[in-house]
């Protein structure tokens, strides 16, 4: 029986896997291969020689030497994924033949071809930028497919959290876009490489992306498409997750203010009112804030309000128009609100509501939170906390902290959210000590937070109740005055929620 590119027995195949084996040998050398792929040097030297290849060897050359899967088992297509094809191989040769060009023009001295002796020249150079016109729309024609190929696998690498895999396309995605004037498929990549940073954790990098998004579209004159809208509510998502409220805020506001009446009776243009509304809620704008999200969820078809019900139940929440309980039995809708009732019910600490969230809300559906993300670990461990069993659970959060951190861009918002978090799992243990020292840290890092940043309101809130609880010397009665002070000036704004802090 045939076996495929013509291999007629199993012993024939696994030979000419062998030597596609050995042309990686002569060019790494065995110790590299053993080293790279957790092999031992005697195995590898063996799969060189005789016997069955294991599956298992070929996949760890695959992910430590970016090898080519086709080529590995079939012999097809280039030895490593980032070898070029054919194709590629010929637009390479464009691309000399339009940087000879673009040498051409360059050589010529332009400012000095004015009389009639110099007519020769001046054909010469006309003729140099005919073909280099030429060559730029024969390369555009080229570069775009093959760009477009490579922005489909940038993103499925992206999808696929193949975050080094997807730094070696992007790279060739860039170098294949100087040569490409699709304006969509640059913004395409542009968007693509903004979510990449944002999964690699490069939160400015990832901001600087979407800003250079948005100022194109508004160049190309304002939110007057779906594409362009979707960029201006990336773009003020990107600045929420950074903790900058105050510029997000802005950015939308001048974005509704520049849209078309086309784009605002638009789905995407109701999600960026309400995260307008969602950053004013975060502001202190707790009243326009409400009314803005309410008419998002009012104007949404019911079967696509997920986005917004997880902002409409936290506007809810915050100004005390709903329990946690009002808000648990309207069903879990999404996974995003499930999470935001578990962090509620662990900042109030309401054992109840929090236990029967953990009961309910965590698993692998999809309305429920999985098991090992930080909200579902800190919800166990608070329960554990308020149900008197025994522990080192101090200890525990630590752990928690270095393998499952808290999901926040902003390193200073991430180090107050791990610190206020601290504070009150010591308090809850009983740790006078710990406690005291950790709602000092947390006071610092709060702090330290750049006046450009903006942090939960309801977290400062918890940390109100850690310095009223933590803090018990005369020493430290003026820092309890000011967030007793906090606390009052927040409820009279409307912010009834943080009368659980008091």
Known sequence: MENRKGVSEPGDYQQAVRERLNELRDRYGLSEISRRTLTPLTNVHRYMREGKVPAEFCAALV???????????????????????????????????????????????????????HEKKLRELGDALDTYERLRERMNSKSRPLLAELVDRFHECNNEMQLERGAHVRKAALQVSRFCDDPELLRRLDSVQAYHEHLSGRVDAALAIHQRLFARRMAEGGVNDAQACDAAANYVLALRDSGRFQEGLRVAEAAMLLASDEVRASELFIELECIAGAFQMELGELAQGLARIQRAYQRTAPAKRGFVAIFLSRVELLADLATLRDVRLKGFDSRGRTRLLIRQAALVEDVEELGLLLKDGIGDGPDQVPANEYESRRGRLIHLLLTGRKGDHLGAYHKLIEESPPPVNSLQLREVLARVHVAQAARLAGSTKAAEKATLEAQKAIEAVPPDRAMMVDLLGLHARNVRESLKAPKHRALQQRWSAYLDDRIRAGYGFLRYFQ
């Open 63 to 117: 992910d430590a030497f970016e090898v080519n899967p086709a080529w590995l088992l079939t012999g097809a297509q280039g030895t490593l994924l980032s070898e070029v094809n054919p194709d590629t191989a010929r637009l390479g040769g464009d691309l000399l033949e339009l940087v000879n060009a673009m040498n051409a023009v360059a050589r010529m001295r332009i400012g000095a071809l004015a009389g009639r002796e």
